[in-house]
C-alpha cells in the first residue's frame, strides 16, 4: 500500500516537473501573441516575484544611486535610489514606461487616449495660467514649443507626479528662441526619480506625500524619496545653488543638502521595513487627484457626498487596474489599451451592461445592471453614463472647483476658494468616438460632463496666430513696466493716494491725515472713488508699457495679453484695444477635459425627477452660465451659457423647451378627451345594443 502511494507520488512528481514548464511556456506565448510588442508577462519572468494573494512582506536592503549599500551610520550617506533598490526584484524599466510618469517621452504622444487633465503652469508674477501637456491634447501647448525643459517641467509639476522619464534628446527652442533663456539644472539636481512607493505606501505607515512635494519644490529630487519614507531628515536645498556652480568645489559640496537617517529604522543586519501594499489605496491616489467645490475651504466639505462606488468598498485601483507595463487604465468606452487587452470591461458601460456580441465581462465587482425605465433608447447614443450619474448636480450657474496639483492641495496653507487658476465644473460638452470634445453634437458625439479653465498669458501675434510666451521670459520682459515683484494682480492695481492727493479729494488739510478708520461715509466713498480712477489710470500706463516692452524685445510682433476669454493689445494709437475670442481664435478658448467622479446613486441622477431637468426651459443642461475670470483687476468679462459651448442651435432647443414645458398638460388633456372618446363609445354601443334588443323583441313576438 505505501509503495503504491510512494510510486504514484513520484510519478505525479515527475508529470507535473514537465507539465508546469510546458504550461508556463504556453502562457508566456500565448501573452506574447496577443499583446503584440507589450509583454510585460515575459520580462517580469526575468525578476523575483511571490504571486502569492497576501503579498510580499518587503524587509530588504537599500541602494543608493551608485549601487552600493546604504549603512545609516556612514558619514555623508547618500540617499536610496528607488530605481536600484527596487530594481534589484521588479522590472524598473518596464515599469518606467507606465501613464504616471511617462508624459515627456516620444512614445507618450503617440496615442494621446482622450483629453485629461492638463498641467497649468501658474505663475503669479505674470498672471499666467497656461495649459500644458505633453500629449498634445487640443487646447493644451507642448512644453517643448514655449522653450520649457523637461527639467523644468519636473521642478514644476514633480510634487503631483511619482516621478518622470524624460527622452535623452536636447530640448527644441520656439521660434524666437535667442530671446529665451533654457533652464535646466540637471546637472546639478539629477532628474526627478520615479518613486514607488508614492503609490504603493501603505496608509498609516508614516510615509509622506507632502514631504515629496515639498522636497522637489526644493529641488531635492534624489533626497525626495527618501525624506518622504521618513528614512532621514533632510536639510538644506539645492535650489539656492547657481546655474553655474562648481561642484567639484569644496564650497559647493558645503552647500549640499545634507542626510540624518533615522537608525532606529535599520535592523541589526542592516535591512529596513518598509510597509508598502501591491494594489494603491484610495489615499495614494487623492493626494494627486482630488478634486472638490470651491467652498469646500470654507467649512462645506462635510455636506459633500462621496462617491457611490467607494461607499460600496470598491477602491479606485480596481477600475483603474494596470500590469507590470503601469499603464493604467482610465475607463471610457472607447479607450485603446496599450497592451492590447480589452480595457472596455471596466468602463461604466461595460461594467454595468456590456455590448450584444462582444467578449468584455460585465457585472465586474457585483456590478448590478440598471433597469433605465422609460428612458428612451436615443438617451443612450447622446449621453455618457457619467452625464446622468455624475458630478455635482447641475445648477443655473456652474461652480467652481479646486483640485490637487492646480492648486496644490496636501500643502499647509489657508485657502479660500478663489484661488487662481479658476477652474469650472461640471459643463456637459458633447465628445467624439475618441472622447475629446467636439464643436457641436453629431451622430457619433455623447454628451459629458467637463470641466475647463480659461487661459491666461503674454503672447505676440504672427501671422493672424497668437503664440503664449515662455512664462520665464514674459517675467523678465514685463516685470520692470508692471513694477511687479511677486503678484501681479495684486500689486499692478495696488495704489496709495498722497497726502497732497487726499487733501485735494477732501478738501481739508486735517481730514487728509485722518485714518482710513476714522474716515466718514461721504469721505470714505470719495477716496473709494478717487483710488479707482487712478487705479484704472496706473493698470492702463503699466500695461501699455509691458506690452510696447515686448514688441521691442522680438520685433515684427504684436504683443497680447491674453485673459478671461479676450485678449489685450496696444494698437496704433498707443491705447489698449480689448480683442474677443473670435478674433484671436483657439488660444482664447478655454481648455475642457472630461471629468467622471463623484458618481452619484439612481436616485440623484439627473432626469430622475423628469424630463424637464435636461429639456424645461431654462435647463441647467443647456442654459447654465458661466463668468469667465479675469486676471487684470476691474476686467470685464463676457457671461457664457452652456449651449453656446456646446454650439446648440438655440431655436431647436427653444422648441423642445415649449414641447417639454405642455408634456403634462398634454398627457392630461389627451387622457381625458381618451376617456371622454371612451364614454362617447360605450355610451353609442349601449344605444346600438338596447335598440338590437327591441328590435330582436318585437320579432319574436
Not at 132 to 155: C, D, F, V
Request: aromatic share 6%; with cysteine; hydrophobic share 35%.
Amino acid at each position: 500500500m505505501t509503495s503504491r502511494i510512494l510510486k504514484n507520488l513520484a510519478l505525479d512528481v515527475a508529470f507535473n516537473s514537465v507539465r508546469v514548464p510546458l504550461v508556463a511556456l504556453a502562457t508566456l506565448l500565448a501573452a506574447g501573441l496577443s499583446l503584440g510588442t507589450a509583454t510585460p508577462v515575459v520580462a517580469q519572468s526575468k525578476y523575483a516575484t511571490s504571486d502569492s494573494m497576501s503579498g510580499y512582506v518587503h524587509i530588504i536592503d537599500l541602494y543608493d544611486e551608485s549601487n552600493n549599500r546604504i549603512d545609516p551610520a556612514a558619514e555623508n550617506a547618500k540617499p536610496y535610489s528607488p530605481e536600484k533598490t527596487c530594481g534589484r526584484c521588479h522590472d524598473f524599466k518596464t515599469i518606467a514606461h507606465g501613464w504616471h510618469f511617462n508624459a515627456a517621452l516620444p512614445t507618450a504622444s503617440s496615442d494621446p487616449g482622450r483629453p485629461g487633465m492638463p498641467m497649468i503652469w501658474s505663475d503669479p508674477r505674470t498672471g499666467t495660467h497656461l495649459p500644458l501637456s505633453y500629449r498634445g491634447w487640443k487646447g493644451t501647448h507642448k512644453p517643448k514649443e514655449l522653450g520649457l525643459s523637461n527639467w523644468q517641467m519636473a521642478a514644476k509639476f514633480g510634487g503631483y507626479v511619482p516621478g518622470m522619464t524624460v527622452d535623452s534628446q536636447p530640448e527644441s527652442k520656439p521660434a524666437d528662441g535667442d530671446a529665451v533663456k533654457i533652464v535646466d539644472r540637471t546637472r546639478i539636481t539629477g532628474a526627478l526619480p520615479i518613486d514607488c512607493m508614492l503609490c504603493h505606501f501603505r496608509p498609516g505607515s508614516g510615509y509622506s506625500p507632502f514631504t515629496w512635494t515639498e522636497q522637489v519644490q526644493e529641488q531635492n529630487f534624489a533626497y525626495a524619496p527618501t525624506a518622504a519614507l521618513g528614512l532621514a531628515v533632510v536639510t538644506g536645498n539645492l535650489r539656492r545653488l547657481k546655474d553655474d556652480v562648481d561642484l567639484s568645489t569644496d564650497e559647493a559640496k558645503e552647500q549640499l543638502p545634507k542626510l540624518q537617517y533615522e537608525t532606529s529604522r535599520f535592523r541589526s543586519d542592516g535591512k529596513v521595513f518598509v510597509d508598502l501594499i501591491r494594489k494603491p489605496s484610495n489615499e495614494s491616489c487623492y493626494y494627486c487627484h482630488t478634486s472638490v467645490p470651491s467652498d469646500s475651504p470654507k467649512g462645506n466639505r462635510w455636506m459633500h457626498d462621496d462617491d457611490v462606488h467607494l461607499r460600496a468598498g470598491i477602491a479606485c485601483a480596481d477600475c483603474h487596474r494596470n500590469g507590470l507595463d503601469h499603464e493604467t487604465i482610465r475607463g471610457f468606452e472607447s479607450e485603446k489599451h496599450p497592451s492590447g487587452t480589452i480595457a472596455g470591461s471596466l468602463s461604466c458601460q461595460g461594467c454595468h451592461m456590456g455590448d450584444a456580441g462582444s467578449t468584455q465581462i460585465v457585472g465586474r465587482l457585483g456590478a448590478p445592471r440598471p433597469e433605465h425605465k422609460g428612458l428612451p433608447p436615443l438617451h443612450f447614443d447622446k449621453l455618457s453614463c457619467t452625464a446622468c450619474h455624475s458630478g455635482p448636480t447641475l445648477d443655473k450657474e456652474v461652480g467652481r472647483q479646486i483640485n490637487s496639483a492646480a492648486h496644490q492641495l496636501g500643502a499647509h496653507f489657508k485657502r479660500t476658494g478663489d484661488e487662481l487658476p479658476a477652474i469650472f465644473g461640471n459643463v456637459m460638452l458633447p465628445v467624439d468616438e475618441a472622447g475629446a470634445a467636439i464643436s457641436q453634437a453629431d451622430s457619433t458625439g455623447k454628451y459629458t460632463p467637463h470641466r475647463l479653465t480659461w487661459p491666461s498669458f503674454w503672447g505676440v501675434i504672427r501671422g493672424g496666430k497668437v503664440e503664449p510666451l515662455n512664462p520665464e521670459q514674459a517675467f523678465e520682459l514685463v516685470r520692470k513696466p508692471l513694477k511687479i515683484r511677486k503678484d501681479f494682480v495684486e500689486e499692478i492695481g495696488e495704489v496709495k493716494l498722497t497726502l497732497s492727493q487726499r487733501k485735494q479729494i477732501l478738501g481739508d488739510d486735517k481730514a487728509a491725515r485722518l485714518k482710513p478708520e476714522e474716515l466718514d461715509s461721504k469721505q470714505k466713498k470719495l477716496i473709494e472713488e478717487a483710488e479707482a480712477a487712478e487705479r484704472k489710470k496706473q493698470i492702463d500706463e503699466r500695461m501699455l508699457a509691458a506690452l510696447k516692452e515686448i514688441e521691442a524685445a522680438i520685433p515684427g510682433s504684436q504683443a497680447v495679453f491674453v485673459s478671461g476669454g479676450s485678449g489685450t493689445i496696444r494698437n496704433a494709437e498707443n491705447q489698449l484695444t480689448q480683442l474677443s475670442q473670435d478674433k484671436l481664435g483657439d488660444a482664447a478658448a478655454p481648455y475642457a477635459w472630461p471629468s467622471a467622479h463623484m458618481v452619484r446613486p439612481a436616485q440623484q441622477s439627473l432626469g430622475i425627477n423628469g424630463c424637464n431637468e435636461c429639456h424645461g426651459q431654462n435647463s441647467p443642461f443647456f442654459y447654465a452660465s458661466l463668468k469667465p475670470v479675469g486676471i487684470v483687476p476691474g476686467q470685464e468679462t463676457t457671461e457664457v451659457v452652456a449651449h453656446e459651448l456646446q454650439h446648440a442651435d438655440i431655436q431647436r432647443l427653444a422648441q423642445w423647451s415649449q414641447m417639454f414645458e405642455g408634456r403634462s398638460a398634454f398627457k392630461i388633456a389627451s387622457l381625458i378627451t381618451l376617456a371622454m372618446t371612451g364614454l362617447v363609445v360605450v355610451a353609442s354601443m349601449a344605444v346600438n345594443l338596447s335598440s338590437y334588443w327591441r328590435g330582436s323583441a318585437k320579432s319574436r313576438s
